[in-house]
């Protein structure tokens, strides 16, 4: 039985590496792919953890791939005591599969044994960085839900989790934003997170929930409803919120209540003419120029007044030409 170091949050820690029997190793019920689909309020028994994870597609695969390859070549990660694997649940899942073929040859599993008292806090530590940091198996749902359920144990700040897993904190507080947007509107289906991720981050619907907050209500709605198809038509919404104009207000408060689709607000928008990138453009220009403070912006200085009398003369002339066609 050899030993190795295991650095975890600048801590190292002893790790036996031996083969031990598989059948005595248990899942990790906080295993995010495991939580977030048997149960979201409670621990799912070891029973049902298994007939989920040996029914993945992805652990069929994994034990063809292993049966191949003769054995593992990566350990699977284990707390001494319980014999729970903390990392390596799919793997776990792929032995049973091939002990259920012959018992003989996959009885036993390669092994890392982590000590029995490693903290709660290393765990979390050692787990960011292999699914969050490192290879990313986990989807952006199943971390999100790890790093939510860490902060509701610990009551950790999420600038304290996202220094322990090195992730920068805007990107901690966006995946805890949006996971708690859906627990909150009680949609866990994790095909739905692009949709809230898209929903949240557009800077058109972030000015308009402001002044109208009950839209969250709706658009949860429509989501779980699969009446707003795709994530992408998020960018639908924004585009009509941040026009802002009084056509603008009018479909954003028809869809609001319930009397139009986001589809026939953004079509009638469109009708309008008012998504084309010309008239944006053009809008954006009149805007500008109508702001209280360009005169004196003009006159900051000689050298400016002059190069603005300049463009304002070339701009003028382009304009009389544009309208006389």
């Known amino acids: 039985?050899?030993?190795?170091?295991?650095?975890?949050?600048?801590?190292?820690?002893?790790?036996?590496?031996?083969?031990?029997?598989?059948?005595?190793?248990?899942?990790?019920p906080e295993n995010p792919r495991v939580y977030t689909t048997l149960n979201m309020d409670g621990e799912p028994s070891q029973e049902d953890i298994e007939e989920y994870m040996c029914n993945q597609d992805h652990v069929k695969q994994l034990?063809?791939?292993?049966?191949?390859?003769?054995?593992?070549?990566?350990?699977?990660?284990?707390?001494?005591?319980d014999f729970v694997v903390l990392e390596g649940n799919s793997r776990l899942a792929a032995y049973r599969l091939l002990n259920a073929?012959?018992?003989?040859?996959?009885?036993?599993?390669?092994?890392?044994?982590l000590p029995g008292d490693i903290s709660d806090s290393a765990i979390f530590t050692l787990l960011g960085q292999y699914h969050i940091v490192g290879r990313k198996d986990w989807d952006p749902y199943e971390q999100a839900n790890y790093l939510y359920r860490r902060q509701q144990q610990t009551r950790l700040p999420i600038d304290a989790m996202a220094d322990e897993l090195g992730i920068t904190r805007a990107r901690a507080k966006?995946?805890?934003?949006?996971?708690?947007?859906?627990?909150?509107?009680?949609?866990?289906?994790?095909?739905?997170?692009?949709?809230?991720?898209?929903?949240?981050?557009?800077?058109?619907?972030?000015?308009?929930?402001?002044?109208?907050?009950?839209?969250?209500?709706?658009?949860?709605?429509?989501?779980k409803s699969e009446e707003i198809n795709e994530a992408s038509d998020m960018r639908k919404l924004g585009d009509i919120a941040k026009l802002n104009d009084k056509q603008a207000k009018k479909v954003m408060k028809k869809i609001v209540n319930g009397e139009s689709s986001l589809y026939d607000g953004y079509e009638e928008i469109k009708d309008a003419g008012k998504l084309d990138d010309v008239v944006k453009k053009l809008k954006t220009f009149r805007t500008y120029i109508n702001d209280d403070t360009i005169e004196a912006q003009m006159k900051a200085t000689p050298e400016t007044y002059k190069r603005a009398q300049f463009e304002?003369?070339?701009i003028i002339k382009r304009l009389e030409k544009l309208a006389g066609k």
């Open 1 to 28: 039985m050899a030993e190795e170091i295991l650095t975890i949050g600048n801590v190292d820690y002893t790790v036996r590496l031996d083969d031990l029997n598989q059948a005595d190793l248990k899942f990790y």
């Open 63 to 81: 034990k063809v791939s292993i049966k191949s390859n003769g054995g593992l070549i990566d350990p699977v990660i284990v707390r001494d005591g």
């Open 101 to 113: 073929e012959d018992p003989i040859k996959w009885g036993m599993i390669k092994c890392k044994i």
């Open 174 to 223: 966006k995946m805890i934003e949006v996971i708690s947007f859906m627990i909150q509107h009680d949609d866990l289906n994790k095909r739905h997170w692009s949709h809230y991720e898209e929903y949240l981050k557009n800077a058109g619907v972030k000015k308009y929930r402001e002044t109208d907050p009950d839209i969250d209500d709706v658009i949860a709605e429509k989501v």
């Open 312 to 314: 304002l003369e070339k």
